[in-house]
């Protein structure tokens, strides 16, 4: 298994969960890490994206309440979500490119 995330559940709409995807360290360092999700009946889309060097880019709609972080320690990406809604129900995704490895998805439940 080259990627391995894990962390979803069930919450409360306004709470927070956080993500956690490990990579090995050949994949960690030299791949843009990536969290995309997909709803049922819905196409997967790109969440948020790192880079080796720490930068970040986010889709409109989780602008401000997550933050997607790396620990190069140890070779994890993390994916902290606040003000969570129930339109962000969906599987979550953690992904490498250009390698191109994908994590089993992880579920994230949002309701009262």
């Known amino acids: 298994v080259q990627l391995q995330a894990s962390g979803g559940g069930l919450v409360q709409p306004g709470g927070s969960l956080r993500l956690s995807c490990a990579a090995s360290?050949?994949?960690?360092?030299?791949?843009?890490m990536g969290w995309y999700r997909q709803a049922p009946g819905k196409q997967r889309d790109m969440v948020a994206t790192?880079?080796?060097?720490?930068?970040?880019n986010y889709a409109d709609s989780v602008k401000g309440r997550f933050t997607n972080s790396r620990d190069n320690a140890k070779n994890t990406v993390y994916l902290q979500m606040n003000s969570l809604k129930p339109e962000d129900t969906a599987v979550y995704y953690c992904?490498?490119?250009?390698?191109?490895?994908w994590g089993q998805g992880t579920q994230v439940t949002v309701s009262s």
């Open positions: 992904n490498s490119k250009p390698s191109n490895y």
């Open positions: 360290g050949r994949i960690f360092r030299f791949n843009v």
């Open positions: 790192i880079t080796p060097g720490g930068g970040t």
